[in-house]
């Protein structure tokens, strides 16, 4: 007769020792562990290579007959035109000084998560075709050839990598393994592997400007809509400036906060600061997404979708852009713009601020403002009338996001702001904040519904940090610059310290700004009562009496 | 040796062996890590572990606590299984684990000092904590069906309200 097994037979995940080298385990596709994969269709309209159907989860990913050539090929291509690439091939000394950092090896404990581990699965198939040890000694040299089950591999990993450079932080180096992940997305799509929640709006934006597709006459019903709820809170409706010819400023935003909760009171703040400035600036129905997914997906169409923003600022002879707040938005811009798309156009001038003239000299080449440091001049300048008292229920915490904390060095600008309209300011421990934060778990594409579990342990220790300020200093709030983590963050927050909301800065911002004529502000953007406000009319009146 | 001598004296070292039973059904590659990285915010997953297992312990060795505390101390722990691991048992199984560890560390003990009883009463409780564990993971696989569901409403909220609006001035004007 059969007998039950004992609880830890029951419960391993692996032999007591390990039989196989790391490298030889192979990844289960089981539900929760992978994205869904591209639609035919979507793939054929964006002219990628190879559409077609397949299932993460199936035997056979329908790679195309010549598949290994293709992929050997479009490696060797970028090989010689990233020297970048080549060097990070070549100079990792396997100190593991990375091993740890990343937050998908905490959360997952699975090896090749480390990205060390990671970046060596691309390694050992360089080893094979462009060394020579490799080519000499195989496998004792490190060196594996290209399979199948390696496509399957890479694929996994290079989705389980939110490119957020943590690890290149702390490499003697400066590998850059997010880098290694692009290229491995990109080499992916050569054989037709991409997935749904990338490719749908990197369609989107390419047909219709914003990542829902949504149409532009619609676009601005649903941006006015956002100017009359403006209105019930504050009494003041804001204008909503469309594609307005020479403006003197283009501002463009993510247009997830036109259509997400809670981004949308952001972009409800941007249009209350702009009112109150009067500030002589315009939105584009055409350039309606600052977010770019094309780099999710390519170093090209990343450049691609990135051209509307000087095309647009061009037709409408704008001076200069003002960017909202937007995480890989500003990764591109800082990286990469100047050479996917620039030089800028001749209309263009390097960006001063009208209200305080202020010359923002460090955006003298793409001439792109983010608003944290546009509104941090203001403050700075006492432009703004402020009254933080109102943001009293709030005990805020900031999130960098990775992309305009280790993309583009934006670590001091948004905590001014914050400081500036909330009187309670905690910051998480110190090796969780500024160039070393932890990623939401969720950025490059990966903050799709189908993964969540995945999402929780990758963002495990951006959420323990989160519970430890919320425990130890009554932390409420968690504010943030970037939309993407607007959409990733309240599940984190919500698995990982309930009772934490999350909003981004200028939410906070235009509900501290005092605006002229403005009526008394009862509740915030949210339209959630303000507390204490109810008593202290009580007080007024019974003290009136 | 009395039992709870003996209680105080192995608690370290009943500690370590389940500490190292739970890496253990991690990869191999990952325990280096799991086990010597102390820093709590660098390497949450062990201190999880860690603030676990002291809560484990003293609540099976019978400490004075309550339900809410021991919870609080195993939250983190639970909730961390609870996204790693596809099955039920699978997550919460690690706290099987303790048993036959205590029976190799603490039952000679209680035999030879004629305490059976109070080891019984320890295995009980132990029995007690995996089950508030179940509650407890249940809990937070509820609020992940939860999130999945909030979040979809939550990308497309804005356009939904344009769409009702619409829906009714259509309504008003037909
Ligand atoms: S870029 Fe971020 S997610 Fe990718 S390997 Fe490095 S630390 Fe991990
Ligand atoms: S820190 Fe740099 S050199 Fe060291 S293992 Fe990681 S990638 Fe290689």
Known sequence: MAKLPAPQELIASRPPFPGEHWLALKPEFSPGSFCYPAKPDTMERLHMPNPHEWDPAADDWGLPENWEKTLCDAFAERLEKHRSLKLFMDICVRCGACADKCHFFLGTNDPKNMPVLRAELLRSLYRRDHTMLGKLLGKTAGARGWDKSVVKELFYYAYQCTECRRCSLFCPYGIDTAEITMIVRELLHEVGLGTHWIMDPVKNCSFTGNHLGIQPHSFVEIVEMLADDCETVTGIRPKTPFNKKNAEILFITPSGDVFADPGIYTFMGYLLLFHQLDLDYTLSTYASEGGNFGSFTSFNMAKKLNAKMYAEAERLNAKWILGGECGHMWRVINQYMDTYNGPTPANMIPPTSPVTGTVFSNAASTKMVHIAEFTADLIYHNKLKLDPSRNDHIVTTFHDSCNPSRGMGLLDEPRYVLKAVCNNFVEMPENTIREQTFCCGAGSGLNTEEIMELRMRAGMPRGNALRHVQQKFGVNHMACVCAIDRATLPPLANYWAPGVTVSGLHELVANALVMTGEQKRTMDLRQEDLPGVEEDETDAQEGGE | ?174
């Open chain 2, 1 to 174: 040796m009395r039992l709870t001598e003996c209680l105080r004296d192995e608690k370290e070292e009943i500690l370590r062996l389940w500490m190292e039973a739970v890496y253990a059904t991690y990869p191999f590659d990952a325990k280096g890590v799991l086990r010597t990285v102390s820093d709590p915010f660098g390497n949450p997953g062990a201190d999880m572990t860690r603030e676990a297992a002291h809560a484990l312990y003293d609540a099976v060795m019978g400490e004075e606590t309550t339900v809410d505390g021991v919870k609080g101390a195993l939250e983190r722990f639970v909730k961390l299984r609870a996204v790693q691991r596809d099955t039920p048992s699978r997550a919460l199984g690690v706290f099987h684990l303790l048993k036959p560890i205590m029976r190799q560390r603490l039952l000679p003990h209680c035999t030879d000092s004629g305490e059976l009883n109070g080891y019984l009463a320890a295995e009980s409780r132990l029995d007690s904590l995996i089950l508030l564990a179940f509650d407890m993971y249940m809990a937070d696989r509820e609020t992940l069906a939860e999130s999945r569901v909030k979040e979809i409403r939550s990308q497309h909220a804005q356009l939904t309200k344009w769409a009702q609006a619409f829906k009714k001035s259509l309504l008003v004007a037909g």
